[in-house]
């Protein structure tokens, strides 16, 4: 079992950054790939962005590109998003996850989740 725990959450303003963490206990977190996903009231829970156990390979939502960077430090069992330049409608519950394998775009794929962490950017 992994369990994970998202924080870093809050209000900002549009334009503003926020940075989240996702730390991992249990088993080695580094075994696993990692994603980003968000959900905002009423819509699906939707990709944001993937990376790989070794932290090389990436793959980010069109929507997300260019403003939003994942990282990863399998030493400190800990998975990063740095979110710049933040739109209202980036505005949502934003859930930390992750399985065996390569990274995906599908929620269902990953194992484990975290509690999510709130987002919320004003205009």
């Known amino acids: 079992q992994v369990q994970l725990v998202e924080s870093g959450g809050g209000l900002v303003q549009a334009g503003g950054s926020l940075r989240l963490s996702c730390t991992a206990s249990?088993?080695?977190?580094?075994?696993?790939?990692g994603g980003w996903f968000r959900q905002a009231p009423g819509n699906e829970r939707e990709f944001v962005v993937g990376?790989?156990?070794?932290?090389?390979?990436?793959d980010y939502a069109d929507s997300v590109k260019g403003r939003f960077a994942i990282s990863r430090d399998n030493a400190k069992n800990t998975m990063y998003l740095q979110m710049n330049s933040l739109k209202p409608e980036d505005t949502a519950v934003y859930f930390c996850?992750?399985?065996?394998?390569?990274?995906?775009?599908?929620?269902?794929?990953?194992?484990?989740w975290g509690q999510g962490t709130q987002v919320t950017v004003s205009s």
């Open positions: 249990g088993r080695t977190f580094g075994n696993y790939a």
């Open positions: 990376i790989g156990w070794t932290g090389i390979n990436t």
């Open positions: 996850a992750a399985r065996s394998g390569r990274a995906t775009k599908t929620p269902g794929d990953y194992y484990y």
